[in-house]
């Protein structure tokens, strides 16, 4: 029997499940943005949309100083669910996180079965694009970060940039988000074993599509890349989300086969 996880949005996981998914979120953000998921799989598959610190039930705790550090605090937590086969899908800083899990993981003698790293660039830093500063957001003039959120279409409601009363509660977050994201590197031998599928949008105008191309030097396995339309938040268009849902549940076939076939 699992227990339940502070970690995991739902908190209680299925004990029953023979493929687990876990859905980690983009910066700032929370697990709202995979809502009804569940709805697509049977109940053997089990849906775990990942909380961070800071924000819902967890708003007394603080954010690690290192997206490294949240990782291992999240497979210390959580050891037991990786025991059945899993896939990571992660959006924006969510994708860095998929991927350290992924990699933190493989250094115990674990393998995640397929990472979906959905809006990102690779964590080489290459040339990274400089739209904002993120190291800088710990400082940054309260201003410059309402700009920011403002450029990324379907994030927040207007009226919730202009609540001062919830702004006491969010940017705080916003700034360990966006540090803790754009100080995340790692080297490209830093790899792991297993397929990866990178997602994007042609009309994504906070990261460098080409940047993207780089997460294949980071598996030992095969990439896929898929672009679709729409921007940042492409995800949210139900005809996006249709494709993945095919996407995983492909790979979730995939998955099922080798288990047949062991």
């Known amino acids: 029997m699992l227990n339940n996880h502070k970690w995991i949005f739902k908190q209680a996981c299925n004990p029953?499940?023979?493929?687990?998914?876990?859905?980690?979120?983009?910066?700032?953000?929370?697990?709202?943005?995979?809502?009804?998921?569940?709805?697509?799989?049977?109940?053997?598959?089990?849906?775990?949309?990942?909380?961070?610190?800071?924000?819902?039930?967890?708003?007394?705790?603080?954010?690690?100083?290192?997206?490294e550090a949240l990782t291992a605090d999240f497979?210390?937590?959580?050891?037991?669910?990786?025991?059945?086969?899993?896939?990571?899908?992660?959006?924006?800083?969510?994708?860095?996180?998929?991927?350290e899990t992924a990699y933190q993981l493989s250094q115990k003698g674990?393998?995640?079965?397929?990472l979906f790293l959905?809006?990102?660039?690779?964590?080489?830093?290459?040339?990274?694009n400089t739209l904002f500063p993120y190291k800088n957001a710990l400082t940054a003039e309260k201003s410059v970060l309402l700009e920011i959120l403002r450029s990324y279409d379907h994030m927040l409601e207007n009226a919730l940039l202009e609540d001062e009363a919830f702004l006491e509660y969010y940017?705080?977050?916003?700034?360990?988000?966006?540090?803790?994201?754009?100080?995340?590197?790692?080297?490209?031998?830093?790899?792991?074993?297993?397929d990866f599928y990178v997602l994007n949008a042609e009309g994504d105008m906070h990261i460098d599509l080409e940047k993207c191309v780089a997460w294949k030097q980071y598996t030992l396995g095969n990439t896929s890349e898929i672009t679709f339309p729409g921007g940042h938040f492409y995800l949210e268009s139900e005809n996006n989300l249709q494709q993945i849902i095919e996407l995983l549940?492909?790979?979730?076939?995939k998955i099922s086969e080798k288990e047949v076939k062991v």
């Open 249 to 253: 549940q492909n790979e979730i076939h």
């Open 110 to 114: 674990k393998q995640i079965s397929a």
């Open 118 to 128: 959905s809006a990102c660039e690779s964590p080489d830093k290459t040339g990274k």
């Open 75 to 99: 497979i210390t937590d959580c050891q037991e669910l990786f025991e059945i086969p899993c896939i990571c899908f992660g959006h924006s800083m969510g994708a860095q996180i998929a991927y």
């Open 171 to 194: 940017l705080p977050i916003v700034r360990k988000d966006f540090y803790l994201s754009d100080c995340y590197f790692k080297e490209q031998n830093q790899s792991v074993h297993c």
């Open 16 to 67: 029953n499940a023979e493929i687990r998914i876990f859905l980690f979120p983009q910066a700032a953000g929370t697990p709202a943005l995979y809502e009804n998921w569940q709805n697509y799989f049977p109940e053997t598959v089990d849906i775990c949309p990942v909380l961070y610190p800071m924000r819902s039930y967890r708003t007394s705790e603080t954010m690690p100083d290192t997206l």
